[in-house]
């Protein structure tokens, strides 16, 4: 009888142990979630929203406490090899976040045994670990089905957030594709080509990976309910038919909201500026000869967005900061301008004598998962 209960103990204490793990890693799991939703945002503090999620959480009836300098650490997720790389400072350009929710003795918080006293322990030390990914949106230059470059065209990034293209040039630009990436003629790329799954990138220089992707990459179409609120009214007498068109040298300023037009087009040496955070919704299509400018330098203050099939034109002389997301346009690069920001497209084409500036800075448009 002695030994049957023994048994029945251990049972039930592995049973214990088991529900306790099993609780711990759904904490870490949401920790890791809720900071990444914050990565890049310089809103909130990752490192809060972790600890408040992981204090919802309880593991045999107790809530789960992190220690933020110990338990969540920031870097980035390296999704070919399958591993997180850890950076220090500010987490501002981490795109991952590593929790370790910890049921430890040296804390006090150990597990308590049912036998622990026969079996000389007064607890027992358990951790889970979770990383979640912040996953860009438009991070770099895709052509979704395929990329063609030509020309003399230099490719490189930059972090705007840390200051201007001249005080930070960098090799990590991506140029991405779900199919083939074709470079053809004097092209340099500061940064990684990466193909679709079984597909290949042919020609040029490339300072980083040229390598297919693992997994083919998911795009979110454009919809209505991003728009919502939107007020083109500091801009309703610019509008010819729902047409925002200058042509010449003169200058559209804009306010920071968002705006929905049917074609944009700067002709000349036109120039669109926006004054802060701005949105442009676009339902037909996209041709600018004329540059683009943003009042902070930060590309990240002025976006376009295509909702439909319309083709994207970026041509001429002018420089032009912002991001441009059209998963359902042909994105056309070509001129002897400058381009800081990124774009993605059904396909991309760049051509001409065009420096291509990736601005690495995390921002909008970004979706989180869990990796491990």
Sequence with gaps: IVALLAVSLLVVEWGRIQVAQAELQTAADAAAMAAASALGTRGSDPSELALGAAAENRVLGKPVTLVSSQDVTYGNWDSTTGTFQERTGDPWLADAVRVVARRSSSRGEGVKLLIGQVLGSEGMDLKAEAIAFRESLHSGFVGIDYVRIEGVVRIDSYVAADGSYGS????????????????????????????????TAT?????????????????????????????????????????????????????????????????????????????????????????????????????????????????GTSNYYGHIYAPKSPVTITGTFDFFGSAVGKSMQMSGTTDIHHDESPRGGARSSLVR
């Design 168 to 199: 930070g040039r960098r090799d990590n630009a991506k140029v991405m594709s779900n199919g083939p990436i074709t470079i053809t003629g004097n092209v340099r790329i500061g940064g990684d080509v990466r193909p679709g799954p079984g597909q």
């Design 203 to 315: 020609g040029g220089s490339v300072a980083g990976l040229r390598q297919s992707l693992v997994r083919a990459i998911e795009w979110q179409d454009v919809h209505a309910s991003e728009y919502a609120g939107y007020d083109n009214g500091p801009i309703s007498h610019l509008l010819s038919g729902g047409n925002l068109s200058l042509a010449g040298a003169g200058t559209i300023s804009l306010p920071p909201g968002k705006y929905l037009v049917r074609d944009l087009s700067l002709a000349g040496v036109a120039r669109l500026h926006a004054q802060g955070p701005v949105q442009i919704f676009v339902t037909g299509i996209v041709q600018m000869t004329g540059g683009a400018t943003v009042s902070t330098g930060a590309p990240a203050d002025l976006e376009i967005r295509v909702l439909g099939s319309g083709p994207v034109l970026l041509s």
